[in-house]
């Protein structure tokens, strides 16, 4: 039975030894799959990565001042200046038609459109004022009759 067990050995380790050839081979391919893998996504994501950062050099480049505020060129200072005209022109005509309302209505006799505005905002603010003051003597007077009224409680609660 000798002969029979070191055979069987021997067909063991020959089967052992082409097993282990066979897991090295795989797990070595797989290990040059997956490094060439991982190496060519690096390579991707590499390129991707300097494609993005000449662009944002371009951009930069080309639309960022140095301050890192948007540069306007001709077309965007031509909308500014249009912009601003138009902007003066409502704001001049409003300001003549508030003159000529304030000229027409508000203004006394001999008064010019520049003191009736001053008059006029200067009895704003005092009606302002006087509204102030009138609310904060309101809220006195109530906070006055609120503690009254707690005081009055409390008495009566209480009995001498």
Sequence with gaps: MSKFADINDKIAGVVTEGYQKI??????????????????????????????????DKFTGACLEEDGSLKTGKVGEAVTEGYQKIEDAAVGGFRKIADKFVDSFLAREGETVEDAKARIAAEQKNREEQAREEAEKRAAEQKARIEASLEASRKAGKHD
């Design 23 to 56: 897991e090295d081979g795989v797990v070595g391919g797989y290990r040059k799959i997956e490094d060439g893998v991982v190496a060519g996504f690096q390579k991707i994501e590499n390129g991707v990565v300097s494609g993005y950062k000449k662009i944002e």
